[in-house]
Structure formats: structure tokens, C-alpha cells
């Protein structure tokens, strides 16, 4: 389940810029072939590699089946570094101490940049770029790039704009039609309060979902170039655009009858909370907005079955403004030189690795090229096919992309006054001006 690890970014700028180039030492020019011959990938025998990121579990496993297919095909042995929530605290830690893994990682774009700015990352080999170029959009090459050069291959990747909901609820209530635009939306949420349910569970108590509710509604009534705009801070939290998206949002916000405990219950659960406010049993609300990644909280903590219980239907398009689609995704990286680094990254390019993580669940995959007959049902399939056909017009998490202090810290910055506008969404210039100040000083900050 891609979750937020970004609590430790704003300690980046107290790491010294450090740069580090360790060979991998010499290797054969010969080549290992994979099974369809699609692949083309150096001979590894003897070589020990390893990569980090932050997976644990079931996550984890399914990862390791994928580097266990890389070791057959290269002959190396490549070994699964556990980071931790703090990502790049511990990545950092490693690379100052020379102790760096061959390939990791990173879940923000924002850390990438940071990285690639410090001489950390190591740009992709013509292979890598080749295979990036054949399977990927030019958006998600471009979010692994960093002046120029391009450093990053998003192997796996979160559709965060579907809403989830309680298909008994929904039947209880007599709601027929799917709502597929924010007027539609607050008319289903208002069948559902009639009906005696509380419409929609918030995980307020966690301010990344706050962040993610804002983002989907500003991208689509606001538009891709805005959106772009903002997130660079070409425009200020002050504009317009952002007033009227916090107005939109606060039809939501400000009616208390609509949030299950109101804004003050939203404020005290948490993410996991508010899928179970809507799934579990008894049921409190009716629905719940996240990313894909709810399937796997309603799976391991509900008794509800997802394709049955719980369904979800994609983040309504606000005024004329199309549907949205805002992904996250965990990027790989070279954070060594040599052909191991490399060769991995290749094969992380590859529909082939793709597919292995991808029948096993859990999983999406932002590789154009990998078909959606590997995904093992309708929902996830759905899913990633929303993505993919998004093409360049998706939208990667602002707040992702925002220096930590803004867009990645607990109790401060973006996260804190959303959780402020929730409890008082009538003070929307209000709300526009702690943003602005905020994201000034983190900008700054940050340089």
C-alpha cells in the first residue's frame, strides 16, 4: 500500500551535499536474454547488489519475487534493504557513511529532485532511457528527470482519485446512478444522510488525505496548467483559482450533516479509521475517498469484500473540468555507478517485471506497455486502466512534490491549515493566507 513516508524530508537540508561514486567493479560483455526475448540484460554472475525501499509485508514479498526473477535472468544476488518510514533520513545516513545501496526507492518527487541536486543519483544508461521511452508516457519521464538528465523509473505507482463505497449503503438508499461530477457527488452524499447513514468518512486526523481531496478538486476545475502553476509556486496560494477550490471543497466541509462525527470527528480519525468508518461493522458511513491502496485496508481490516461489498467510482470532474486523476508512485534509482545499478533499473523499466508484481495484487503499474490482463480482477484492472489511458493529462500528488516542510510534515504547513479549514471552512481567505505563508518560508527554505 503506497502511504506517506514523508515526515523526514525536511531533515535533508541539514545533510551535507555529499557525493559518492562507488564501482560495482568490471563485469562481461555478455548479454542474459530473457524468457521472451525481450530483454537484454548483462551477465551479473558474482556481483552482489542491493536496493532499498520502504515496503514491508505482504508488499515486500511480492517485490521480492520480482528481484528473484532479476537474479535468474543476470546471474547476480541482489538483496532487499528495508528503509523505514524515514526514507530519506536513512538513505541520506547511508550515503554519507559510504554505505549507499546500488538502487533505491524514493515515494517523492520532491526527494528526487533533492537527491539529484546533492549528486547523489546516478543518470540512467541509454538502455534505461530506451525502455522508459518505449513503456512509459512522457509525464512519468519527465517526474523522474531533474535538470536535464533523467535519474528515475517509476516502477510502481497509486491512482489517487477513487472514491469507495458501501454497495448495501448505496442499495439502502436508492441510488441508482453513479455520481460522475461534484454536483452529482453532494446530491448522492445528501440520498445518503436521508437514508440515515452518514455520508462520507474523512480520515481528518491525518492531513495528507486533506491535501489529496484538495488536489483532485483543484486539478480538475482548475486545470493541468494551474495545477502545475501552484505546485512550482508560479502562482500564489492566494490566486483565485485556489479560493475557488477551497469554495468547492467547503460544500463538502461545511455541512456537518454530510461527515461522519462532523469536521470535529474527521479531525480525530485517522486514514485507516475512515475506511472502516465506511466498511466495517456496523457501518458509519456510506463512503470514503482515497487512493487505490484502500483495497488493501478494506481487505485486511473489514469483513467487506472488495468487487462486492465495496466498490468505488472515479473522482467526479468539478464544474467543466474533466475527471481528475492524481497518482503517487515509488520511484527507482541509481545511487551507484556500474552495470548492476543500471541492468536493474532496466529491468524495472521492463513490462516484465511489471507483470510478475502486478498478477500477485496489490499492485499498479504506471508501464504502458505491460497488458491489464495481468492484474488479477476487475477492480484493480479498472484501476490501472484509468490511469494509464490518463496519459500526460494526470497529475502527480502536489503535495509530493512541495518542499517537506510544506507538503510533508505533521502538524505544520499544508497538512496543518487543511485540518484548520476543515474545522472552520467558511474562512477560505483565511485558510489562502496561512498557505501562502507557509509554502513561502518552505520554499525558501529549501532554495
Not at 33 to 40: E, F, M, R
Not at 166 to 171: E, G, I, P, Q, S
Not at 411 to 419: A, F, P
Amino acid at each position: 500500500m503506497n502511504r506517506r513516508t514523508a515526515a523526514a524530508i525536511t531533515t535533508l537540508a541539514s545533510l551535507a551535499v555529499l557525493s559518492t561514486a562507488c564501482s560495482n567493479g568490471s563485469t562481461s560483455s555478455s548479454t542474459a536474454a530473457s524468457p521472451t526475448g525481450s530483454l537484454h540484460l548483462p551477465d551479473l554472475h558474482g556481483q552482489n547488489l542491493s536496493v532499498a525501499a520502504v515496503w514491508t509485508g505482504p508488499e515486500q514479498q511480492n517485490f521480492l519475487k520480482v528481484i528473484e526473477q532479476f537474479d535468474k535472468l543476470t546471474g547476480a544476488h541482489t538483496t532487499f534493504v528495508p528503509t523505514g518510514d524515514s526514507v530519506s533520513t536513512f538513505l541520506g545516513t547511508k550515503i554519507q557513511g559510504g554505505a549507499a545501496p546500488d538502487v533505491a526507492f524514493l515515494p517523492q518527487v520532491g526527494v528526487l529532485a533533492q537527491f539529484a541536486k546533492a549528486g547523489w543519483l546516478k543518470p540512467v544508461d541509454p538502455a534505461v532511457d530506451a525502455a522508459l521511452t518505449k513503456n512509459y508516457s512522457s509525464t512519468w519521464k519527465s517526474l523522474g528527470s531533474y535538470d536535464g538528465k533523467q535519474y528515475g523509473v517509476y516502477f510502481k505507482a497509486s491512482n489517487k482519485s477513487t472514491v469507495w463505497y458501501n454497495t448495501k449503503v448505496f442499495d439502502q438508499a436508492g441510488i441508482s446512478a453513479l455520481p460522475t461530477t461534484w454536483a452529482e457527488f453532494l446530491k448522492v452524499a445528501q440520498a445518503v444522510s436521508d437514508s440515515g447513514v452518514s455520508p462520507v468518512a474523512i480520515g481528518g486526523a491525518d492531513g495528507w488525505t486533506l491535501t489529496d481531496w484538495f488536489e483532485n478538486i483543484y486539478l480538475s476545475q482548475a486545470g493541468p496548467e494551474n495545477y502545475d502553476k501552484l505546485t512550482k509556486r508560479q502562482i500564489p496560494w492566494t490566486d483565485p483559482s485556489v479560493a475557488k477550490a477551497l469554495t468547492t471543497l467547503g460544500q463538502l466541509f461545511g455541512k456537518p450533516a454530510l461527515i461522519a462525527g462532523g469536521p470535529g470527528g474527521a479531525l480525530q480519525t485517522d486514514y485507516p479509521g475512515s475506511v472502516a468508518q465506511a466498511f466495517a461493522d456496523p457501518v458509519k458511513a456510506g463512503l470514503v475517498y482515497e487512493g487505490d491502496f484502500v483495497a488493501t485496508n478494506i481487505a485486511q481490516e473489514t469483513k467487506a469484500k472488495v468487487g462486492t461489498d465495496a466498490k468505488f467510482f472515479p473522482f467526479p470532474a468539478v464544474d467543466s473540468g474533466k475527471p481528475p486523476v492524481v497518482s503517487g508512485g515509488d520511484a527507482a534509482v541509481a545511487l551507484k555507478d556500474g552495470p548492476g545499478a543500471q541492468a536493474l533499473l532496466q529491468y524495472l523499466a521492463s513490462p516484465e517485471a511489471a507483470k510478475i508484481e502486478a498478477q500477485l495484487g496489490g499492485f499498479i503499474s504506471p508501464n504502458k506497455s505491460l497488458d491489464l490482463s495481468a492484474y488479477p480482477d476487475d477492480i484493480t484492472r479498472g484501476i490501472a486502466k484509468s490511469l494509464i489511458q490518463s496519459g500526460d493529462s494526470f497529475r502527480f500528488d502536489m503535495s509530493d512534490q512541495t518542499p517537506g516542510a510544506f507538503g510533508g510534515t505533521k502538524g505544520q504547513g499544508e497538512w496543518k491549515d487543511l485540518q484548520d479549514f476543515l474545522a472552520n471552512p467558511s474562512d477560505v481567505a483565511g485558510a489562502q493566507q496561512k498557505l501562502e505563508a507557509d509554502a513561502a518560508k518552505a520554499y525558501k527554505n529549501a532554495g
